[in-house]
């Protein structure tokens, strides 16, 4: 098994008195963590069996019945462990009885690979008796670049858990490879043959089966037409009236689409940087799908090299805002956000943490200078008091000061 970032906080955690709901998107490889972290001994209920769903959907009473059946053990508590637990809801009203009837009795874990039907049937999520977790596809730590890495500074370091980095690290991939199949850890781990039809499948089983069992689509001809313009616009300022008409449906509908896709994990926004003195700045946030091979699959791309370099740029971009968002969530501090004017002056992405901000801008170029910094420039100069550093994340070997204050970033130092 390779190493997950996540697993030793994880680790720590699962030994706290609280019930653990974890969530992510289907193949981000969370029920083979949790499996590798908990005891053999573990009560499992898979609740992706149809049979196993079914039969505690008709009879809710049945999972405290069998959890009842555990022997108590007075050194440790028995695990028990749900995974795609948010298809019976009731199961969590379930586990907090349990859970208030003897706190220490069981220790509980559920995964899920949705929010959505949690949402919208008001299910109970535990509050006040859970911690909750989220699982993501690779980051760069977990899958370092080939080769040795210059020494610099990241916009936003995320040390490797008490140690200098992974023991069984994902193989590891030029950058063109990640920009075209992604960071799902199945498709990582398999034969470069094998990643296109992993990454269909996704798409075909996850996004259109789950949301056609979940959700209640009409006309499931326009979704598909809208899921494959979101992908193709994955990256882009949301434009909900073009979006519309590309997939022949009203904007209440295109704005409902998107929050399934958020609900299940598989998409983001990146809100509009709201701080800036300027009075032109746009308002309106982007959307990220949360893996360049999905968002590849959903779009009906054949994911190749020759793909990525007939416009590498806007996929770089996309990478490093997928790569800075996924920190930022296991972080749990700070926000990313964008700048954009209506005169076309954009930073890409800005990091803010605790009143500091991180301006960073993304070039495909392998030789960055003074004119790839005029926008980081400005941005400094009007934050002065709020900006130790603005960064140039782009393809150059080693870094470089371009000025002051302005560092340009090998990607491999992200």
Same mark, same amino acid.
């Given at each position: 098994?390779?190493?997950? *970032? ?23 490889? %969370? ?12 009560? /499992? ?12 959907? @008709? ?6 019945? #069998? ?48 929010? /959505?039907?949690? !949402? ?39 040390? *490797? ?33 094998? !990643? ?8 075909? &089983? ?17 979704? +598909? ?5 979101? @992908?193709?616009?994955?990256?882009? #300022? ?8 590309? @997939? ?6 295109? %704005? ?21 003195? !300027? ?12 893996? +360049? ?46 700048? !954009? ?15 500091? +901000? ?47 204050? &302005?560092? @340009?970033?090998? *990607?491999?130092?992200?």
């Amino acid at each position: 098994m390779f190493d997950r *970032w996540y697993a030793q906080t994880l680790r720590r955690k699962l030994k706290r008195p609280f019930v653990h709901i974890l969530f992510g998107a289907r193949q981000t490889g %969370k029920s083979t963590l949790v499996g590798s972290l908990l005891p053999a001994d573990t009560l /499992r209920v898979d609740l992706s069996d149809p049979a196993v769903r079914a039969r505690h959907a @008709a009879d809710p009473g049945e999972f405290a019945r #069998i959890c009842r059946a555990i022997p108590a053990v007075s050194a440790a508590p028995p695990v028990v462990f749900v995974d795609e637990a948010q298809t019976v809801p009731s199961l969590f009203d379930a586990v907090q009885h349990l859970y208030d009837s003897e706190k220490t009795r069981w220790r509980f874990v559920l995964c899920g690979s949705s929010a /959505r039907k949690l !949402r919208t049937t008001g299910a109970n999520l535990l509050p006040g008796r859970c911690f909750l977790h989220r699982l993501f596809p690779l980051i760069l730590a977990e899958q370092p670049p080939p080769g040795p890495l210059p020494r610099a500074e990241s916009p936003l370091p995320l040390a *490797w858990p008490g140690a200098t980095g992974p023991a069984k690290p994902f193989p590891k991939w030029p950058l063109e490879t990640r920009l075209a199949h992604g960071a799902l850890p199945g498709v990582v781990a398999a034969d470069a043959e094998d !990643r296109p039809d992993i990454l269909r499948a996704f798409t075909t &089983v996850h996004l259109e089966e789950e949301l056609r069992r979940e959700t209640q689509i009409r006309d499931y001809g326009v979704f +598909l037409r809208f899921l494959r313009f979101a @992908a193709l616009e994955s990256g882009q #300022i949301l434009n909900y009236s073009a979006v519309s008409q590309e @997939a022949g449906a009203t904007a209440h509908t295109v %704005k409902g689409y998107y929050q399934m896709l958020e609900d299940m994990f598989v998409g983001f926004h990146v809100p509009a940087f709201s701080g800036s003195p !300027r009075k032109n700045v746009l308002s309106t946030s982007r959307f990220y799908f949360f893996d +360049l091979g999905v968002r590849h699959a959903a779009a009906g791309l054949a994911p190749s090299t020759d793909m990525i370099l007939g416009n590498p740029g806007p996929l770089f971009e996309q990478w490093v805002g997928i790569e800075l968002w996924k920190r930022l969530q296991y972080l749990g501090n700070g926000q990313l956000t964008y700048l !954009r004017t209506r005169d076309g002056a954009e930073i890409d992405f800005v990091i803010e943490q605790q009143g500091q +901000l991180t301006p960073v801008e993304v070039k495909w170029t392998e030789h960055p200078g003074p004119s790839d910094a005029r926008h980081l420039r400005r941005f400094i100069r009007e934050h002065r008091d709020q900006v130790t550093a603005g960064y140039i994340v782009c393809r150059c070997p080693t870094p470089q000061l371009i000025e002051d204050r &302005v560092l @340009a970033l090998p *990607w491999q130092c992200l």
